[in-house]
């Protein structure tokens, strides 16, 4: 009880702000070089080409002074690519964590890259409007509410009119609360797996079935996971125009991987064989429901 209490006693951006400034990624699929490789492919046909090298040549090559936002940018991983392609873009990225800025700021002085970090609440800071020729969301828009009107009035207004938003996003049912099919399919992958490849990041405990995240855990601990995921596309459709848009599944992997996932990192071929399969399993199942829970896309406005 006095856990909950603690936690009952922060607002909730103080919540989701103290979330992530503690937060460490230790077992989490997105850190599988394989898994990152089938994104690449999926998104840019090369498995060794990140997104955020692809949209530089493609969209922004050759135009100096580019002004960028980043929104939710966590300890700046995603804006540093943008950074290096051209000292002359003037980047700016916002999270409400404050420690995770701090982070990005040391990283960014180290590397000696020109990037302006905010550390705040996106919604409350006073950006000029047709400020920006891009806005880009990496596993941030899924975190706020209401994602059409969202961006309706806060960022559609700052990008300039041949400005681009470039998303990377969980498009997902809402709180993480994965559908039966899902589960189903998921815990007949996870029953094909090795039992060394299920032990929890503990060393000991062997993960023996996947769950849907507890609703009240997170309500408590991160009430910004996930409120609107499942509108997420249609939010972003009905406010842009797609210039390109690709599903990248993440329907059974997600949650499948979750808190397994270092036992994935290595390069051996028993583990890329296994992970093979495990996409393969999960491109078949999106195929087959039509259901998608992941994209990446290029918009304008």
């Known amino acids: 009880m006095p856990f909950l209490f603690r936690i009952l006693n922060k607002g909730a951006s103080a919540r989701v702000a103290s979330k992530w400034d503690n937060y460490r990624s230790a077992s989490d699929f997105w850190l599988i070089p394989a898994i990152q490789e089938e994104w690449n492919r999926k998104i840019t046909g090369d498995k060794n080409l990140v997104y955020e090298e692809y949209v530089c040549d493609k969209y922004l090559k050759g135009r100096d002074g580019l002004e960028i936002l980043s929104i939710g940018c966590g300890n700046g991983i995603h804006e540093r690519p943008f950074a290096r392609y051209n000292s002359t873009f003037k980047i700016t990225g ?21 990037i302006n970090y905010i550390s705040g609440d996106f919604t409350k800071m006073d950006f000029k409007e047709g400020t920006f020729d891009m806005v880009l969301f990496h596993s941030s828009l899924h975190h706020f509410s209401n994602i059409r009107d969202f961006l309706k009035d806060y960022v559609k207004p700052l990008l300039k009119d041949r400005g681009i938003l470039v998303a990377f996003e969980y498009a997902g049912p809402n709180r993480l609360q994965l559908k039966k099919s899902q589960l189903t399919a998921a815990n007949a992958i996870l029953k094909q797996i090795p039992e060394e490849y299920k032990t929890l990041y503990d060393g000991k405990t062997i993960k023996k079935k996947v769950y849907r995240p507890g609703l009240l855990r997170m309500l408590l601990v991160d009430p910004s996971e996930a409120p609107d995921s499942e509108n997420l596309v249609q939010g972003i459709h009905d406010n842009f125009s797609v210039v390109e848009e690709v599903r990248l599944g993440w329907n059974i992997t997600h949650l499948l991987l979750k808190g397994i996932s270092h036992n994935f990192i290595n390069y051996s071929g028993e583990t890329q064989s296994l992970l093979t399969d495990i996409i393969r399993q999960e491109d078949e199942f999106v195929m087959q429901t039509g259901e998608n829970d992941a994209i990446f896309g290029v918009y304008k406005k």
Do not use: G, N, R, Y
Request: glycine share 0%; hydrophobic share 50%; charged share 25%.
């Open 94 to 114: 916002v999270d409400l964590a404050s420690a995770q800025i701090e982070q990005a700021k040391t990283i960014a002085a180290e590397q000696e890259l020109s």
